[in-house]
């Protein structure tokens, strides 16, 4: 059995049932390949391990042989030293972004909360909690039934994602394929499609030469490969793509950029300069909120975890007061 990225929409104790399905195959005489970008899941499963890089295989052989710094270095090449992505400055305690008693029956009810300038909020929990309803509410994909939203402590109406670009609030789709991407267009058209009026000539016509020359600008910025603007954008990396994803908000001046499992998918190399860029956008004065199931990367960048359960939020914590045992035991039980 062929398993890619199996607990990719799955909470933590769905994987626990999965290693006991896979541990119960195995007993069976089934052979399984495990393809996943979560090295914790790898060592958990596997006995013997494949590393790819670029199309070539780079590595091969027992599980014991690698610790994760090893696979980390194969599999991008170099090696990578950790950043912290916490704000070491502190949040300058001015309010950006708040939403009070916002509510889209049934997906989640009376959700209260503020985010300072220089600060990333994590809001987290098991699928099916909420995150993403609310996420697309404050985008303007669903209209809620209550509440208010304020940006500068001043309330802004949304009734619809243009709206919201309006005003500055961007999304970071949790499925960048279906929800995110023109599939079939180049990564320059996906890159501008939201800002076409820093792409027109005189003739208020889209001009090609602007368009292909804001994405190399951003190829440079962050890094986006391959050096290609008119490449097709299902022909890129996962983590490129949601590069391109990035690019495109950046490009849309945002006060309030919404990533919605921005690392879904992606190699761990691509992850870490996401989390980067997250954390320089934040400390550039944008408001970052950011949706993971994912705990060690929301105890990694976020400064400050909302945990939802049922569509309510369960608990509020800082991150360095936080474990992974206790967001998610109040995930599970409130």
């Not at 391990?49 to 199309?55: A, F, K, W």
């Not at 690698?66 to 090449?77: A, C, F, S, T």
């Not at 509510?103 to 009376?110: D, L, M, Y």
Request: proline share 4%; hydrophobic share 40%.
């Amino acid at each position: 059995i062929v398993m890619d990225e199996p607990t990719a929409a799955l909470s933590s104790s769905e994987v626990e049932m999965l290693y006991t399905i896979i541990r119960e195959l195995k007993s069976h005489g089934v052979s399984i390949i495990y393809i996943s970008h979560k090295l914790d899941e790898v060592f958990t499963v596997a006995d013997m391990i494949s590393v790819l890089r670029d199309g070539n295989l780079v590595a091969s052989g027992p599980i014991g042989d690698y610790d994760q710094k090893k696979i980390i270095n194969l599999m991008v090449g170099r090696e990578l030293r950790f950043v912290p992505a916490h704000n070491e400055k502190g949040a300058s305690g001015k309010e950006l972004f708040s939403v009070e008693g916002l509510t889209n029956e049934p997906h989640f009810r009376n959700i209260s909360f503020s985010v300072n300038e220089h600060e990333i909020l994590g809001i987290t929990g098991l699928v099916g909690a909420g995150r993403s309803e609310l996420a697309q509410t404050v985008f303007g994909l669903m209209p809620p039934s209550a509440g208010t939203i304020k940006i500068h402590g001043d309330k802004v109406s949304i009734n619809n994602s243009n709206d919201a670009i309006t005003k500055g609030i961007c999304y970071l789709p949790e499925d960048r394929r279906t929800q995110g991407l023109f599939q079939g267009n180049s990564m320059a058209k996906n890159i501008t499609t939201v800002t076409l009026k820093k792409v027109l000539n005189r003739f208020r016509l889209i001009s090609r030469a602007k368009e292909l020359g804001v994405a190399q600008d951003y190829i440079e910025k962050i890094s986006i490969r391959p050096n290609l603007p008119e490449i097709h954008v299902e022909n890129l990396s996962g983590g490129n793509q949601q590069k391109t994803m990035i690019s495109r908000w950046l490009q849309a001046d945002p006060k309030v950029l919404i990533a919605d499992e921005p690392t879904s998918g992606v190699d761990v190399g691509a992850k870490l300069e996401i989390h980067k860029l997250l954390r320089m956008l934040a400390d550039d004065g944008v408001c970052v909120i950011l949706i993971s199931s994912d705990l060690p990367e929301v105890l990694a960048v976020s400064d400050r975890i909302l945990v939802m359960r049922e569509g309510n939020v369960v608990d509020e914590v800082m991150s360095s007061e936080a474990s992974q045992e206790g967001i998610l035991e109040k995930g599970l039980i409130g």
